[in-house]
């Protein structure tokens, strides 16, 4: 059975920080592209950050400098770090592969995980 498993979500304050996790099952990430995403209730699914089979990593504006992204070719693993979160921050985070090497459309992500609630909140 192919899948990706998400978890790690939370509850954290303001500056705080979390780790989500996402494995692969029935599959291996080979040189496809991965992903993780956020989406919050009446808004499209938005793009987090994304990393290539060679570590190659891509970071939202939203993001950048507080987030990492850490890919384990090897264990099939996709980690999120996040530090410094903010009250906008708080979403279903999923993470997605693909078989294309580059960030592709949205649409062309082959697998989703079951997505991870974050909650930023004094």
């Known amino acids: 059975d192919v899948q990706l498993q998400a978890s790690g979500g939370g509850t954290v304050q303001p500056g705080g920080s979390l780790r989500l996790f996402c494995a692969a099952s029935g599959f291996t990430f080979g040189s496809g592209y991965m992903a993780w995403f956020r989406q919050v209730p009446g808004s499209e699914r938005e793009f987090v950050a994304g990393v290539t089979w060679s570590d190659s990593k891509y970071y939202s504006a939203a993001v950048k400098g507080r987030f990492t992204i850490v890919r384990d070719n090897v264990k099939n693993t996709l980690d999120l770090q996040m530090t410094s979160l903010r009250p906008e921050d708080t979403a279903v985070y999923f993470c997605?592969?693909?078989?294309?090497?580059?960030?592709?459309?949205?649409?062309?992500?082959?697998?989703w995980g079951q997505g991870t609630q974050v909650t930023v909140s004094s």
């Open positions: 997605a592969s693909t078989t294309s090497r580059t960030r592709p459309p949205l649409a062309e992500y082959n697998y």
